[in-house]
């Protein structure tokens, strides 16, 4: 079954540093998502990523899937408190599994 | 456009009472997805429903159930409540696999 692993597993950063989060999949990637979650809320939608060598922004985030589709980062540039929170990746290995495959997510806080 | 919508919100059952989790998705979303997180085991996949048709279940004892109806809402069950079930339950809403899916807030469930 498809792994997916996180690091760093949390990340304390000061207000207008950047910072880079990662995903690794044991399987190649078929889809991969990035979500961001407040402590017991529901998961906020970031980017969701399919091909080889794809990079999406959103203002302030920027999201890569590596050229062999088993690694993708999350990079946050000049963070600022409002980024705070626990992002998750998130896997589909495509085929007839109809499931997402999640990461267990980096807990970021935002010093200002 | 209106976002998945979850209900309840929050759920307090004793164990061994059952209990019936609501999801509607976004419209024109057919695709209905069932997640569990707890803070041990993270996010964990329970069933995916697609135009009323489970397609794809997971490592869930047979006491967790769902369905959905031809309006693409969906509903969980979980009868025979344990202590364990105690979690957060999200669902997703998407049009089909391998396309953005969206999260609702969730239902808190807690069994005492």
């Known amino acids: 079954s498809q792994e997916l692993e996180q690091s760093p597993q949390s990340l304390i950063v000061q207000e207008g540093k950047n910072l880079t989060i990662n995903c690794t999949s044991s399987?190649?990637?078929?889809?991969l998502y990035w979500y961001k979650q407040k402590y017991g809320e529901g998961l906020i939608f970031l980017m969701m990523?399919?091909?080889?060598?794809e990079e999406k922004s959103h203002e302030k985030i920027t999201a890569k899937l590596d050229e062999k589709k088993q690694q993708s980062s999350l990079h946050i540039t000049a963070s600022q408190p409002s980024h705070a929170g626990i992002y998750l990746c998130?896997?589909?290995?495509?085929?007839?599994?109809?499931?997402?495959?999640f990461g267990k997510g980096t807990l970021l806080t935002v010093n200002p | 456009k209106a976002g998945v919508t979850q209900t309840p919100r929050y759920l307090i059952k004793t164990r061994g009472q059952q209990v019936t989790l609501s999801c509607s998705p976004i419209?024109?979303?057919?695709?209905v997805s069932w997640y569990q997180q707890t803070p041990g085991q993270g996010l964990q996949f329970l069933f995916e429903?697609?135009?009323?048709?489970?397609?794809n279940k997971g490592n869930f004892p047979g006491r967790f159930s769902g369905r959905q109806f031809s309006n693409s809402r969906s509903e969980m069950n979980v009868s025979t409540l344990e202590l364990g079930d105690s979690a957060l339950y999200l669902c997703?809403?998407?049009?089909?696999?391998?396309?953005?899916?969206?999260f609702g807030q969730g239902t808190r469930l807690t069994v005492v």
């Open positions: 429903y697609f135009s009323e048709t489970q397609r």
């Open positions: 399987k190649t990637l078929y889809g």
């Open positions: 990523l399919q091909k080889g060598g």
């Open positions: 998130g896997a589909d290995s495509g085929g007839s599994n109809y499931k997402l495959t």
């Open positions: 997703a809403s998407s049009t089909d696999m391998n396309t953005e899916a969206f």
């Open positions: 419209s024109g979303h057919r695709s």
